[in-house]
Every structure is written in structure tokens, then in C-alpha cells.
């Protein structure tokens, strides 16, 4: 083949963890000259002259094992002469990416953004370049509407309906004017015009949920149809087509908190500065203080979720620890970094020296990019065979020299198509609904006053919501015969808006 086993071995450094993506990425397993790793039909071929009376018989630099005659085990260099020293591309490309790659685009474009313009557009390659910063800037919204609930708890307001039309009320103003806590607290209101506000606010507020639902749907029965052969077209899954898919499911938990968030507000009413909170995946101003840290561990997790979901179902056999387990290190470390940059230039001392406003985001963007294109170029590029050659398939990153190619391991296919891939697949995207359920609980006074239907979960907590809402020296009990419906809060608030040019002007006081 006049390729030898040192222009194949990947090099490797020592480096800390955020290179090793770099090196994945700059690394090149093949010699375009080289013929094509085909495992299965250097398994057939070898079976095939093992079976002949004189067909061809290898030594052990060559043969490893041949135990049995339809599972032979090849040396790195024996592999390499016999079955092709370069990249094996898949034959199902087409389907491989319309079975992974299609529900995650269908994922995407169910992202909740406000209508604000072009640049939310722009949020998707800053959830794709940096999926921990935009969940937790989600999760910020969120928490910035459980202290409007907390502040509007405490104007010992007849009924929790009230509470919850005052907490839409500064909600807006925070978001529409950019005002404090500390602003809002003592505000004079008209309780009357809170009502009317509010009602106009909860009409034109935006929630997709249940097309994302859907969405995610559809995620799940393509999962489902990868290893059930009666449901999808492939009776033979691949791990490192699975785990590096799985390696996107963070998608699923993000999306869906970004639909329940929804939008406040329609293009109209919105008068607010797009670079300091209005895009709601992108937040600069938020912190580490009070909740913030419990904000960005909780945002962490469904990164952590699918690095853990993927590293598990490449590290099964026959390939164990190989090139793609170094690729989703480093992917996940890239992401992890990507955040840790986005946090320290949204800093104000580092605003005040760098760049700020407009100027920051575009240069969060040029991060984002920098991070976004490698990842998903690499994740398509390696459901498509990148990496399937010899010295990957027979986990040359950790054996070396000593690797060993196992052709046609049947036994340990079908314990990872039957059994393990399902069980950590199935368990990774279970644990992504138990975030997204732990996101809930974490702002849920603010997503209820903000108008979240969910009558299971409503039902659930409403014992937890009373005593919420009659604890404290400084809050009165609900007033029952004076509370209206859930489902029909914006209604109960009634009325309209007062506009002007500069868009809509939130009135509490006396007219």
C-alpha cells in the first residue's frame, strides 16, 4: 500500500483538555492515495481464503487472532496492508443525515426569539457556539421574573391574580426601560390599569410549546427508529454515528425552555436596548451573585448530559476509547471554554476596556463561529466515516502501536444494537427532560405569573403554590371569591394598552 503505519498515527500531545479539539481537527488519518478502510468486506475476503484449500494464509504480523474464522483480529500494520489505509466513507450518508440531522434542524427552528429584528436570527449560532451561555441568560429571564413575582408579593395585593398582573407589569418595565428592583419597589399603582396592562401584555405574548413538543416529538421517534428495524430502515446502528449525534441532545432540554419562555411582547410595544437583555439567550448583565451561580451549574448540565451520553456509547466495544471519544473531549471542552469567554468579556471592566453594546456581541459572534463550524463540521463529517479506519476502529489513541482490528465482532454488535445503545441513549435524553423539569421548578413563580399552562404540573404543586402565596409577614392570604381562572388570566385582567411613538407606556399610577 506504500503507506506506513507512522503517516497514519495521529500525534497526539500532552496538552490540557482545551486542545484537544485542535488536534482532532488538525489531525488527518488518511493519505488521499491510500485505498479505503471496508471492514466488512476485508472480513468477508479474509473468511473467504481461510476457507479455501489453499488460499492465502497470513502471519502474526498480519493475523493477530483467528480463533474464529468469522471474526478475525488484524494487527494495526496487517489491517492497513489488507483492508485499506484510508478513510472508509459510509454508503448511507444520505440516510445517516436525514435520520440525525434533520429532527436537530427541526430542533433549531423551533427556537423561541423575539420578534426584534435580524439580529435574533444571529442567536443561532450563539446557541450552537455557546449552548451554556444561552441557557443561562434563558435561565436569567426567568429568574429576573421570580423577582418581579417576589416584589409584587409583597404589595399585599387582595387576590394572587393581582400578583400575577403586577408581576407581568414589571416584568415589562424591565425589560422595556431597563429599570432595577430597586426602582420598581415603590412604584404607585392603579390596580385597575395593572389589570388592563397586564391583559393587553399576556395577549401578545408569544409561546410555541406545543410545536416544539412536536418537534421534540419527532427527535424521539427518529431515536426510536435507529435501533427498532420495524420502524426506521437501519437494522444495524452505529455507535459513532449515535454518539456523535448524541453529543447535539442538549438541544432538547435548551429548545423547550426557550418555547416555554416564550416572547413578552410583540415587534409594536418593544422600545428596549437589543444588546443588554432583550434577546433572551443572550444576557451580558447577568452575574455570579445571589442565584447566578446556581443559574450557570443548573445551564451547565445539559452540556454535561450529552458529553456523558455521547463518551458513554463510543466508549462500548469493539472500538472502546478511539478518535471520536477524543473528539467529544474536545467538543465539550470548546464549549465549556467558548462560555467561560463569553462570561469574562461581558464583564464591565472588561467592557469598559474592550467593547460593549453592539460592539461586544459582534464579537461574541466571531467566538461563536469560531466555536460552532469546527464542532458541527467534524460531528457531520464523522457521521459520515471520518475516522473509520484501522487505527480508530481498533482504539489506536490508547494501544498505539499494539493495537488490535477486530473485523466482525458479531457478539458485541449485538449487545450494543440490542441493549446498551438504547439504555444510555434512552437514559441521556430522559435525564434531558429531568433538566428541563428542574428548570421549571427553579423559575416557576415567575413562568406561572408569566402565564404557563401546564395543568398536570399546575395541579401537582398547587399546594406548594398556597403556602408561597400566604407566607411571609407581609403578604395577605388570596382573597378566593375575587380570583379568577388560570387559563383565562388574560382575560381576567382586561383591557388595553396606551401608546406613543416611543412605544408602549406601562402606567400604574393615576391618570
Not at 452540556?303 to 455521547?310: E, L, N, Q, R
Not at 437514559?427 to 408569566?450: K, P, S, Y
Request: glycine content about 8%; proline content about 5%; overall charge neutral.
Amino acid at each position: 500500500m506504500g503507506n506506513r503505519l507512522s503517516t497514519l498515527k495521529p500525534r497526539f500531545s500532552s496538552s490540557p483538555a482545551l486542545l484537544l479539539l485542535l488536534a482532532v481537527i488538525i489531525h488527518v488519518s488518511v493519505v488521499t492515495a491510500s485505498r479505503p478502510f471496508e471492514r466488512a468486506e476485508c472480513a468477508a475476503y479474509i473468511t473467504a481464503e481461510y476457507n479455501k484449500t489453499n488460499g492465502t494464509r497470513w502471519n502474526s504480523s498480519i493475523l493477530f487472532s483467528i480463533v474464529n474464522i468469522f471474526e478475525p483480529i488484524l494487527t494495526l500494520y496487517g489491517c492497513e496492508t489488507i483492508c485499506g489505509a484510508g478513510t472508509g466513507w459510509y454508503p448511507d450518508i444520505g440516510p445517516r443525515l436525514v435520520d440525525w440531522f434533520l429532527p436537530i434542524f427541526l430542533l433549531i427552528s423551533n427556537m423561541q426569539f423575539p420578534l426584534i429584528g435580524t439580529e435574533r436570527f444571529f442567536l443561532v449560532l450563539h446557541l450552537l457556539g455557546d449552548p451554556i451561555d444561552s441557557t443561562w441568560s434563558l435561565l436569567d429571564k426567568v429568574d429576573s421574573w421570580n423577582r418581579c413575582y417576589a416584589l409584587a408579593g409583597k404589595r399585599k395585593l387582595a387576590n394572587e391574580a393581582d400578583i400575577c398582573c403586577l408581576t407581568v407589569i414589571y416584568a415589562a418595565q424591565r425589560e422595556f426601560e431597563n429599570i432595577s428592583d430597586d426602582e420598581l419597589e415603590p412604584t404607585n399603582i392603579n390596580i385597575t390599569l395593572v389589570r388592563k396592562t397586564a391583559s393587553e401584555l399576556l395577549r401578545q405574548r408569544k409561546n410555541e410549546t406545543l410545536r416544539t413538543v412536536f418537534a421534540v416529538a419527532l427527535y424521539i421517534f427518529q431515536v426510536v427508529s435507529a435501533f427498532v428495524p420495524s420502524v426506521g430502515a437501519s437494522s444495524s446502528p452505529s455507535g459513532g454515528k449515535i454518539g456523535t449525534a448524541m453529543l447535539l441532545s442538549w438541544l432538547v432540554s435548551v429548545v423547550m425552555l426557550s418555547n416555554t419562555i416564550g416572547d413578552l411582547g410583540s415587534p409594536a410595544i418593544v422600545n428596549v436596548s437589543v444588546w443588554s437583555g432583550a434577546l433572551y439567550s443572550y444576557r451580558p448583565n447577568k452575574g455570579l451573585s445571589n442565584s447566578g451561580w446556581k443559574l450557570a451549574a443548573i445551564s451547565a448540565l445539559p452540556v454535561v448530559i450529552a458529553f456523558g451520553t455521547s463518551f458513554t456509547v463510543l466508549e462500548a466495544g469493539p472500538t472502546y476509547f478511539s478518535c471520536r471519544s477524543l473528539f467529544v473531549i474536545g467538543a465539550s471542552a470548546y464549549w465549556g471554554l467558548s462560555a467561560l469567554l463569553t462570561y469574562t468579556f461581558s464583564r464591565k471592566a472588561v467592557q469598559s476596556c474592550f467593547s460593549s453594546g453592539k460592539h461586544l456581541w459582534c464579537v461574541i459572534l466571531v467566538k461563536d463561529f469560531l466555536v460552532a463550524a469546527p464542532i458541527l463540521g467534524l460531528i457531520v463529517a464523522s457521521s459520515c466515516g471520518y475516522w473509520n479506519t484501522c487505527y480508530c476502529w481498533g482504539g489506536g489513541p490508547v494501544h498505539g502501536d499494539n493495537t488490535k482490528v477486530p473485523l466482525n465482532p458479531t457478539n458485541i454488535f449485538n449487545f450494543n444494537n440490542g441493549e446498551f445503545y438504547p439504555a444510555i441513549v434512552g437514559t441521556g435524553l430522559g435525564f434531558q427532560l429531568i433538566v428541563f423539569l428542574v428548570m421549571l421548578g427553579f423559575g416557576w413563580n415567575g413562568l406561572r405569573a408569566l402565564g404557563l399552562r401546564l395543568p398536570l404540573l399546575n395541579w401537582m404543586t398547587s399546594w406548594w403554590w398556597e403556602r408561597r402565596v400566604v407566607q411571609g409577614s407581609d403578604r395577605l392570604a388570596p382573597v378566593a371569591e375575587a380570583e379568577p381562572q388560570w387559563e383565562n388570566r388574560e382575560l381576567s385582567c382586561m383591557g388595553i394598552m396606551n401608546e406613543n411613538q416611543g412605544g408602549t407606556q406601562i402606567k400604574l399610577g393615576e391618570e
